[in-house]
């Protein structure tokens, strides 16, 4: 289609066929053009503003383009071509609606207008009918006749009493009834079943004369039962003594406006593709369902597909979208009940409401069913698609929570669903959530505790076991923080590596821990120890590790081979290409290698020759084993042993970890192993603590 122009002389075409219009054709076309670009502006403006839209709507009155065909041709060829006017990005498709809406609003307000004027047009006839001479009578009731007989819109007169004295043709066509049949009907035989009772109230109160006009939309029923929405209007004609006498009624037929305004709260409150409730409807429905207060309960389902970007990736958006399809009508079937809705959140997120809960056992048996049903292949386009879901449960009383809350909580606990491993539902547990919070605010708050100094470092002796002399430290940061206290590394080491800020973190620990190593050489010069300090394996992926370590030993002025590096058994067995060049890089520089916890994990004990290391860190688990008395292990003291023997054929120095009391020292002696650490000879401490070691 062309611009603006071409939309704008189709249009003009379409309201020359649904009236007459008092102007030529090119002049149609001009105004309806300034009426496109106001169209155009609002579907473009950043902010919508309804205003110069009901203006357009409006403008189809002023030109005298009252009938309903004109306002339904317009809202369809403006719903179905304005958008292909122009090829401009920032036109909004999801503003249409909303520029239909008003548009409509405003042809229907300025056409109640016209009808209030034209009522008061014939009120006043009627009024100079009845106090004029008698040949002024006749004439004013000839032309009140024919202004009654020939007005477009439905005319009624009845007595006080509320029966038909007199309607025009109009309103007769509208119900369906002959005029002479409408006479002496009363009103009330016209109003639709069921109506609220408080919409009889205004005509009592006319009726008695406590009221002269009200105006108001009415449902009425048709001669074959159907329903007619009004926009209906009616005014008191008293008698000379101020008697209620006659009631006047005016009514325009609404019906395809109120259709209209019903579609577009449904494409308003509804998923396009699905038909199930959007997130709009969803947040009304459970904002409503707190509002019940008392002892009412909700419960809501959280639930996203697992893996459906791999089959919108890897067969295409339309199967994917089939496949959505499908998922909500099986869980429109399963859910849907009173007090139950199933509503599409996005993408492939849904979401069920249960309204009055009756405990978490409902809440957990609907997630079991919808697991189920989620199971059943679905066959799209050739295939048979299998599809399971995240479910997070959230059920409570609405007393003490908000909608928002609850939201939040449904949403934590669908990450966990998705975290334990997919296609399983998880609930809320308050003490989980406060731990996860926790973990955040930590995570939040590293990147300015690193910059801070909030980390500090403290040294745990490492022994040789032949003479009990300290020949080394390994360096264990600590955080203090100012909320939560004294940190251990269990409690952040895995969030700085989750996070990447092991990478900053462990840079600064080796900083500190070859200051300090600096500050023992330059004290106690040989006889300073060994400083062993944890490398992640997140670290030894970094391209500058080499050149950052060599930078930080560099700085502090020390011997390369006073350092240690520790990785663990896991970290250093996966390590290939380039972390493993870092390491034989390290090495290389004289630093240091150490693996820790050794024995935990499933090594390839073939591939440990070809590494780089220096050392062997035997795992505190097999100390348990090696203790005096009952809780003696053989198996224990035979892998240790094992472990040992083969670390010194491989030319390792052994170091065993977790040392907690004399009879495990005195075994790992007779192994042969040669250094330990463990609480037997010191708890980690301040560096102070170290320097009594030194100073015996």
């Known amino acids: 289609m062309g611009g603006p122009d071409a939309f704008a002389r189709m249009w003009a075409t379409v309201l020359t066929e649904t009236g007459y219009v008092a102007m ?7 105004q309806v053009r300034e009426y496109t670009e106001v169209l155009l502006a609002a579907l473009r403006s950043p902010r919508f503003n309804p205003v110069p839209v009901e203006g357009v709507g409006a403008g189809l009155v002023a030109l005298r383009l009252t009938a309903s065909r004109a306002l339904a041709t317009s809202l369809q060829l403006i719903g179905e071509e304005l958008l292909r006017v122009v090829d ?51 004439a004013s009731e000839a032309r009140f006749r024919a202004m009654f007989d020939q007005a477009a819109v439905g005319i009624a007169i009845a007595d006080a009493r509320g029966v038909l004295v007199e309607v025009n043709t109009a309103l007769a066509t509208m119900l369906g009834y002959q005029v002479r049949h409408m006479r002496g009907m009363n009103v009330n035989a016209l109003r639709f079943p069921n109506e609220p009772a408080a919409m009889h109230q205004p005509l009592l109160e006319m009726s008695v004369g406590e009221r002269d006009h009200y105006r108001m939309e009415r449902l009425l029923r048709r001669s074959d039962g159907t329903p ?32 209209l305004e019903d579609r577009l709260r449904h494409q308003a409150n509804h998923d396009p593709l699905t038909g199930l409730g959007n997130r709009a409807l969803f947040t009304e429905r459970l904002s409503a369902a707190f509002a019940c207060g008392g002892d009412t309960r909700v419960g809501v389902c959280y639930l996203d597909l697992d893996g459906f970007k791999v089959i919108n990736d890897s067969l295409g958006h339309d199967i994917g979208d089939d496949l959505l399809v499908a998922v909500a009508a099986r869980l429109d079937d399963l859910v849907t009940a009173p007090g139950r809705m199933v509503a599409r959140m996005g993408g492939d997120e ?63 606990t669908l990450y966990w669903a998705k975290a334990d491993g997919k296609n399983r539902w998880a609930g809320y547990d308050p003490e989980r959530n406060a731990r996860e919070v926790a973990r955040f605010t930590l995570s939040a708050r590293m990147p300015a505790a690193v910059e801070s100094e909030e980390f500090y470092v403290d040294y745990q002796p490492i022994v040789r076991l032949s003479d009990s002399k300290l020949v080394g430290v390994e360096a264990l940061v600590r955080w203090a923080h100012p909320e939560f206290g004294r940190l251990g590394p269990d409690q952040f080491i895995g969030l700085a590596e989750e996070t990447g800020l092991i990478v900053p973190l462990g840079r ?34 970094e391209p500058n590790l080499v050149a950052d370590v060599a930078t930080i030993i560099k700085a502090a002025n020390l011997p390369p081979s006073s350092i240690q590096l520790e990785l663990t058994e896991s970290a250093i067995m996966g390590t290939t290409g380039g972390p493993l060049q870092a390491l034989h890089d390290l090495a290389d520089l004289g630093i240091r290698i150490a693996i820790d916890d050794f024995g935990t994990g499933y090594s390839n004990l073939a591939y440990l020759r070809h590494l780089p290391v220096h050392a ?4 505190g688990s097999f100390m348990e084993g090696l203790r005096d008395g009952a809780e003696a292990d053989p198996a224990d003291a035979q892998i240790v042993t094992t472990l040992v023997a083969l670390s010194h054929a491989l030319g390792h120095e052994v170091i065993a970890e977790g040392v907690e009391d004399p009879g495990q020292a005195e075994q790992l002696r007779a192994i042969g192993c040669d250094s330990a650490q463990g609480w037997l000879f010191a708890k980690p401490g301040r560096p102070e603590e170290i320097e009594r070691w030194l100073e015996v």
């Not at 030529?24 to 001009?30: F, K, P, S, T």
């Not at 599809?387 to 059920?395: F, H, M, N, Q, R």
């Not at 062997?616 to 795992?619: F, G, V, W």
């Open 24 to 30: 030529d054709h090119r002049g149609l076309v001009d």
């Open 88 to 138: 401009t990005p920032d036109l909004k498709a999801e503003r249409l609606p909303a520029v239909q809406g008003a548009f409509a609003n405003g042809f229907a307000t300025a056409m109640q207008y016209k009808i209030f004027r034209d009522q008061e047009a014939i009120r006043r006839a009627a009024l100079d009918a009845r106090r004029g001479a008698e040949s002024a009578l006749l």
């Open 350 to 412: 849904f979401v069920v409401l249960i309204e009055r809960s009756a405990g978490p056992d409902e809440l957990v048996a609907l997630a079991e069913k919808i697991l189920a049903a989620l199971a059943e292949p679905v066959p799209i386009g050739g295939h048979r698609l299998s599809v399971s879901a995240s479910i997070g449960l959230v059920e409570r009383a609405v007393v003490g929570a908000t909608p928002a809350e609850t939201m939040r909580d449904a949403d934590v």
């Open 616 to 619: 062997i860190k035997l795992a």
């Open 228 to 259: 007619l929405w009004t926009d209906l209007s009616v005014s008191l004609v008293r008698d000379e003594t101020g008697v209620p006498q006659y009631l006047v009624g005016m009514f325009e037929d609404i019906t395809e406006r109120h259709l």
């Open 508 to 541: 600064w620990v080796l900083r500190e821990a070859t200051r300090q190593a600096r500050r023992w050489h330059d004290a106690y010069g040989s006889r300073a120890p060994l400083v062993s300090v944890n490398l992640a394996a997140r670290q030894t992926e």
